[in-house]
T-cell receptor, first 115, second 108 residues
Framework: DTGVSQDPRHKITKRGQNVTFRCDPISEHNRLYWYRQTLGQGPEFLTY????????KSRLLSDRFSAERPKGSFSTLEIQRTEQGDSAMYLC?????????????FGEGSWLTVV | TQLLEQSPQFLSIQEGENLTVYCNSSSVFSSLQWYRQEPGEGPVLLVT?????EVKKLKRLTFQFGDARKDSSLHITAAQPGDTGLYLC????????FGTGTRLQVFP
């Protein structure tokens, strides 16, 4: 399978705990995106990387959230001191560098439930 | 901040019926994309439209981009249960900004 891979697919955690999600993009895709989606809503942009550089962060990304892409390949999204409002699906996506026409490919998402 | 409103929010129809969903933006689209998302999956690209007034067809799906490039519609002819899912419009610049979504349920 050469699509975008996310791990874990599901995570249940207690309020106050830290969680980390991993995303492996499609090989040779230098752009990587993170989105958050709650049930029945459209995905909300969190942040994106061009290779290892984090180019933009949404205001949604509070100080408890941090994303890294240390070698320009896989990425991690960490949420510290989780809150019940963090419960959502976290989507990762990847693409080639923007050009005349290109496609963003999404992974299957990582579901987070904070209890 | 650009806002993309989709309507209706929910749509429940019988197999064989036709339907139209709408997407309206608070500002001009850079490049409009439509996605379908099935439960437990990520969104999958259906089409990209760039030019005002553009119409694209994908089998039973017809996508129309408004002349002013601030609105779009997706029309499905003879809906099938396999069309069930969340339909999302999105503005595509250096990232995607998604609309609020239309959840479609097609019953056999």
């Amino acid at each position: 399978d050469t699509g975008v891979s996310q791990d874990p697919r599901h995570k249940i955690t207690k309020r106050g705990q830290n969680v980390t999600f991993r995303c492996d993009p499609i090989s040779e895709h230098n752009r990587l995106y993170w989105y958050r989606q709650t049930l029945g809503q459209g995905p909300e942009f969190l942040t994106y990387f061009q290779n290892e550089a984090q180019l933009e962060k949404s205001r949604l990304l509070s100080d408890r959230f941090s994303a890294e892409r240390p070698k320009g390949s896989f990425s991690t999204l960490e949420i510290q001191r989780t809150e019940q409002g963090d419960s959502a699906m976290y989507l990762c996506a990847s693409s080639q560098t923007p050009g005349a026409a290109y496609t963003i490919y999404f992974g299957e998402g990582s579901w987070l439930t904070v209890v | 901040t650009q806002l993309l409103e989709q309507s209706p929010q929910f749509l429940s129809i019988q197999e064989g019926e036709n339907l139209t969903v709408y997407c309206n933006s608070s500002s001009v689209f850079s490049s409009l994309q439509w996605y379908r998302q099935e439960p437990g999956e990520g969104p999958v690209l259906l089409v990209t439209v760039v030019t005002g007034g553009e119409v694209k067809k994908l089998k039973r799906l017809t996508f129309q981009f408004g002349d002013a490039r601030k609105d779009s519609s997706l029309h499905i002819t003879a809906a099938q249960p396999g069309d069930t899912g969340l339909y999302l419009c999105a503005d595509f610049t250096d990232k995607l900004i998604f609309g609020t979504g239309t959840r479609l349920q097609v019953f056999p």
